[in-house]
């Protein structure tokens, strides 16, 4: 059974940093391509960056280009969101997504709250 | 990027009717290679998304085929041909044809009368 698990989420004040964390089973994790999708509170779904196998090629939303990292470690599994200089506007629950034409397994999500 | 515009954004549905959602693009979503990278996504109340329908009309393991998804183009249509109870929630479409990024409809909350 393919199941992703988020982890990472919390508090952070502005300006802070967080990791968030995918751990991926039940699936050959190497052979997929891999993306974050977040989801503010009552707001709809907005897409945020994507990595591709072996973690060589990395695209990201214009809203989080050059504060927000996407990483895998294919050893163990598990895909990472590395986000500094948070902002208000970052909080949402944030999806890990696997990519099989588009989606086809969500995570549970982890909600980041960015608060003073 | 490509803008995904659903209607209606609600919909109050009767037990055992159908039931059917609109996703315009703001561009045609056939990829180059032939293929058009519409998907319909399912979010129940406190859950994450589940996706329904690949690829315009291509049922996902486990979905009822009182789901359905049709088009072409810039025009698509998910329907449900006998809503349930358990079919409450919000539905989004998604294009993946032209990404990054990926882009997705506003969500149409489908519920019961």
């Known amino acids: 059974e393919v199941q992703l698990v988020e982890s990472g989420g919390g508090l952070v004040q502005p300006g802070g940093s967080l990791r968030l964390s995918c751990a991926a089973s039940g699936f050959t994790f190497i052979s997929y391509w891999m993306h974050w999708v977040r989801q503010a509170p009552g707001k709809g779904l907005v897409w945020v960056s994507h990595i591709n196998s072996d973690g060589s090629s990395t695209t990201y939303a214009d809203s989080v280009k050059g504060r927000f990292t996407i990483s895998r470690d294919n050893a163990k599994n598990t895909l990472y969101l590395q986000m500094n200089s948070l902002r208000a506007e970052d909080t949402a629950v944030y999806y890990c997504?696997?990519?099989?034409?588009?989606?086809?397994?969500w995570g549970q999500g982890t909600l980041v709250t960015v608060s003073s | 990027d490509v803008v995904m515009t659903q209607s209606p954004l609600s919909l109050p549905v009767t037990l055992g009717q159908p039931a059917s959602i609109s996703c315009r693009s703001s561009?045609?979503?056939?990829?180059?290679?032939?293929?058009?990278?519409l998907n319909w996504f399912q979010q129940r109340p406190g859950q994450s998304p589940r996706r329904l329908i690949y690829k315009v009309s291509n049922r996902d393991s486990g979905v009822p085929d009182r789901f359905s998804g049709s088009g072409s183009g810039i025009d698509f249509t998910l329907k449900i041909s006998r809503v349930e109870a358990e079919d409450v929630g919000v539905y989004y479409c998604?294009?993946?044809?032209?990404?990054?990024?990926?882009?997705f409809g506003q969500g149409t909350k489908v519920e019961i009368k």
């Open positions: 561009q045609s979503l056939v990829s180059s290679d032939g293929n058009t990278y």
């Open positions: 997504v696997r990519n099989d034409w588009g989606g086809d397994y």
């Open positions: 998604m294009q993946g044809t032209y990404w990054p990024p990926w882009t």
